[in-house]
């Protein structure tokens, strides 16, 4: 056994019923864990020509080396697998879980699970330390989430820790979530739907066991530093003031902690009252649950209008987002779906497939998510996701709807996130650092950049001094002062781009809350110490202090850049794999010709395709299919791999 990782990966065939165990530690000097482990498992064990429902398709659960220690916001958990929601196509991509699940998987002494086949009847797995069972899922099988978690923790035990999924996964609805607790989800890549299709219902763990620490001492006194309850996001000091705040106000306003060794209070979340004056928590996206995001989006010279999508009332957006998780629905559909059918409504469309449309009423949309888990009325046309559903109707409605539908979901399929235009506040340079990493992720990739990303937030609060600010801490990280300016200039823009794709691998393999790291700045208590300071640089350190803390290895930052590259460049491969190259990356310039929401800056088509060869030559991509170069992959000791992508193109 060694520090931090517990040693062992389990593996477990649901068409034969065989259970093995693999060792962790050949692994993880080159891939640590979480996401970046599981890039080279599914390289291993998924075969090329697997697609999403497939038996050959593999589900890979992930922990990394923090998991189960005191290192703060380590309990998510990462999943990876080929995903159904992709469009055109299936391919590989992640997601990540907050919650207990990978504590207590690495308490029954496992650091990942890899699942393959399909089983002949309706499962469950359980793990009780080191006894592992398949067991019939019949009664549990139509049960929601919280049913089901419920049921088995009376068998197992409180201290039990559940994956499962709803009657949207049993029925392989494209975007059906995997939740755990009661509203922690892998959410966007579909995940709950390829379950469904391998009849597996929910994973139960319960461990007894602990993780070693190579070095206490030092951990303790990093997590003593950092201090409990930090506002986190960096940018939340603009909003609160921990100086000037109450304190029994401040306890009323906490948010609660979503993951195991929290110790942020994120402050972004909502607090709604149910029917039955239950009050409970609609975490860190806590807007866009409540339905107060602002949707209007109309720009001169296009032919893209969004309406203001209507806030339902605070009943209502509590059933619906309790409906969501137990059903187990991806929730980033409402603002898609909801935002679609209201620009219908607009232009004078009442009806779809014979069916009323009523956007504007919550009763009526609570139905029609229903009617989607259960492939039954207008509900059977949204099952496959709305880029799908937008395909069948493209001959029934007018151009500019089927325009407005592919862009809510222009990554392909996966909803608009950070890129400026619909949701968010993404102004220039960071929609094209968004633009960037679109190109070459496997999903939405800005989940794992929120500490850059939402620098814009204090961009627009105080444009000049930040900026004035912006420029040092630029130079201090990226050693180019100009790096945060809002132009054009993607020579400049791209070496970010890659940090910030470093190190969403690196937090996601740690892993670690995409919100509180990487510390890119420090977390002010108001605007006033923000105001004073002239060096707001953070510690980007933190992360490789507490790794080697507990694992007691001396992992340099050059090390962890390359153990990122290297899974960066075995996912692009396997999207590789799947199909995916230029020709389908080039299309994503349509979104980026509209011009952003808050500053109205785009991009010509032209122009986005220099941009994509400056950003392929600064990531070692060909440019003329968008994929690694052999001498990158050598590089990065992935000979193996360099030699299937040679064979690939060999036959293309």
């Not at 389990?10 to 259970?19: F, K, Q």
């Amino acid at each position: 056994m060694s520090f931090g990782w517990v040693g062992k990966i389990l593996h477990i065939n649901l068409s034969t019923g065989e259970i093995t165990k693999k060792n962790t530690l050949p692994y993880v000097k080159k891939y640590i864990g979480g996401r970046m482990l599981a890039a080279r498992l599914a390289w291993e064990y998924i075969p090329i020509k697997a697609s999403s429902f497939d038996a050959e398709n593999v589900i890979i659960v992930a922990t990394g080396p923090l998991s189960g220690t005191i290192a703060p916001s380590s309990g998510r958990t990462i999943m990876s697998m080929i995903s159904p929601v992709p469009f055109p196509f299936p391919w590989y991509t992640h997601s990540t879980i907050g919650g207990w699940f990978a504590a207590q998987l690495k308490f029954a002494g496992f650091d990942a699970l890899i699942i393959r086949g399909k089983s002949s009847e309706r499962v469950y797995i359980e793990i009780c330390d080191a006894r592992v069972n398949i067991k019939n899922a019949d009664d549990l099988w139509g049960k929601d989430t919280v049913e089901t978690q419920e049921i088995l923790k009376k068998d197992l035990g409180s201290n039990a820790q559940i994956l499962a999924i709803g009657p949207a996964g049993e029925n392989q609805i494209k975007f059906a979530t995997v939740q755990h607790d009661f509203s922690c989800a892998s959410g966007h890549s579909g995940f709950g739907a390829v379950w469904g299709s391998k009849n597996l219902k929910a994973i139960a763990v319960n461990g007894t066991g602990d993780v070693r620490v190579a070095s206490p001492d030092k951990l303790l006194n990093e997590c003593v530093n950092i201090g409990k309850y930090w506002i986190n996001p960096e940018h939340k000091f603009l909003l609160y003031d921990r100086d000037n705040s109450n304190p029994a106000l401040m306890l009323k306003n906490m948010g609660p902690i979503c993951s195991q060794s929290c110790v942020s209070n994120c402050h972004v979340g909502k607090f709604l009252t149910t029917i039955d004056n239950r009050t409970i928590n609609t975490f860190c996206i806590g807007r866009s649950i409540s339905g107060k995001m602002k949707t209007e989006y109309n720009r001169l010279g296009t032919n893209i209008k969004v309406p203001p999508v209507r806030e339902y009332e605070p009943e209502a957006s509590v059933a619906l987002l309790e409906m969501f998780d137990r059903l187990g629905i991806d929730y980033w559909v409402r603002p898609s779906l909801q935002t679609w059918l209201t620009a219908l409504k607009e232009e004078g469309i009442d009806k779809l497939h014979g069916y009323c449309i009523k956007p504007d009423d919550s009763t009526w949309f609570l139905n029609l998510i229903q009617d989607v888990a259960f492939r039954r009325g207008l509900g059977e046309l949204f099952t496959d996701g709305l880029a799908r559903s937008i395909d069948i109707l493209k001959e029934e409605l007018p151009a500019n709807l089927i325009r407005l539908g592919h862009e809510l979901v222009f990554g392909f399929g996966f909803h608009a996130h950070r890129e400026g235009r619909f949701w968010d506040r993404t102004p220039l340079p960071y929609w094209i650092f968004s633009a960037m990493m679109y190109l070459s992720e496997t999903r939405d990739p800005i989940i794992g950049s929120h500490s850059l990303m939402l620098l814009a937030e204090i961009q627009f609060s105080q444009k000049e001094k930040a900026l004035k600010k912006f420029r040092k801490l630029a130079q201090r990280v990226w050693q180019d002062p100009t790096a945060l300016e809002p132009n054009f200039a993607f020579e400049h823009k791209a070496p970010v781009a890659i940090w910030c794709q470093r190190m969403h691998f690196l937090i996601d393999s740690l892993p670690l809350c995409d919100f509180a790291f990487p510390m890119l700045i420090k977390p002010y208590n108001n605007v006033q110490e923000w105001l004073e300071d002239e060096d707001i640089y953070g510690d980007l350190d933190l992360d490789r202090r507490l790794l080697n803390a507990i694992t007691g290895e001396n992992f340099t930052r050059e090390e962890l850049d390359r153990a990122a590259d290297r899974a960066f460049f075995i996912e692009k491969c396997l999207l590789a794999r799947a199909g995916r190259s230029r020709k389908h990356e080039e299309p994503l310039y349509t979104h980026f010709e509209l011009p952003c929401r808050d500053d109205n800056t785009y991009i010509t088509k032209d122009d986005f395709l220099k941009l994509m060869d400056v950003f392929y030559d600064y990531r070692g991509l060909d440019k003329k299919d968008g994929w690694p170069i052999k001498e990158k992959l050598l590089e990065l000791g992935l000979e193996d791999v360099a030699q299937e992508l040679a064979s690939i193109r060999n036959l293309l």
